[in-house]
T-cell receptor
Framework: GQQLNQSPQSMFIQEGEDVSMNCTSS?????WLWYKQEPGEGPVLLIA???AGELTSNGRLTAQFGITRKDSFLNISASIPSDVGIYFC????????????WGAGTKLIIKP | GAVVSQHPSWVICKSGTSVKIECRSLDFQATTMFWYRQFPKQSLMLMATSNEGSKATYEQGVEKDKFLINHASLTLSTLTVTSAHPEDSSFYIC?????????????FGPGTRLTVL
């Protein structure tokens, strides 16, 4: 099925570094969502974006809904060990069936 | 708010048996729930959309007779994997949309790890 282009696939970071990841699509979305998943658990919603150009923060996390409605980015500032996990973007709202289209995920790893 | 639970959290079964997984919205009513499957190191793959009071909508390639979905009430959807085989071993996750929010905001259960021997 359709999938969003999410990059990078993985990131090796040191504690305190800023992190940036993004998702792009050839299709327009009305909603962009960012989730975090830890091993053996379900995804947890971090940020939801509803308007083109919207910039929303949740603590050290900031996400933006691209003006073209075809992309979004997520930034994490001053990373800490508990930020480790897999981050997924998801696009929705193309039609009325409530379904989301998912990115492949970005795995965040802390350098020892 | 917007808490979704799943039961069991993990299950091991013999090949050929059936396994039922429950998904409950604990603090809201959900007319629509979603069932996903996730293989190791992969993204979530939507299997079906569960609709309260009507038949589920299955994604292309998902066998409806093998993955039976019953959305019996506004707080409970069940997924039954019938005649399970080792290739059905996976992480099954459900999600639901709480009313009042964006219809795209899905809240996920903790997942069920199914291992078929």
């Amino acid at each position: 099925g359709q999938q969003l282009n999410q990059s990078p696939q993985s990131m090796f970071i040191q504690e305190g570094e800023d992190v940036s990841m993004n998702c792009t699509s050839s299709s327009i979305f009305n909603t962009w969502l960012w989730y975090k998943q830890e091993p053996g658990e379900g995804p947890v919603l971090l940020i939801a974006l509803y308007k083109a150009g919207e910039l929303t923060s949740n603590g050290r996390l900031t996400a933006q809904f691209g003006i073209t409605r075809k992309d979004s980015f997520l930034n994490i500032s001053a990373s800490i060990p508990s930020d480790v996990g897999i981050y997924f973007c998801a696009g929705g709202g193309m039609d009325s069936n409530y379904q989301l289209i998912w990115g492949a995920g970005t795995k965040l790893i802390i350098k020892p | 708010g917007a808490v979704v639970s799943q039961h069991p959290s993990w299950v091991i079964c013999k090949s050929g048996t059936s396994v039922k997984i429950e998904c409950r919205s604990l603090d809201f009513q959900a007319t629509t729930m979603f069932w996903y499957r996730q293989f190791p190191k992969q993204s979530l793959m939507l299997m079906a959309t569960s609709n309260e009071g009507s038949k589920a909508t299955y994604e292309q390639g998902v066998e409806k007779d093998k993955f039976l979905i019953n959305h019996a009430s506004l707080t409970l959807s069940t997924l039954t994997v019938t005649s399970a085989h080792p290739e059905d071993s996976s992480f099954y996750i459900c999600s639901a949309n709480p009313p009042g929010g964006s219809y795209n905001e899905q809240f996920f259960g903790p997942g069920t790890r199914l291992t078929v021997l």
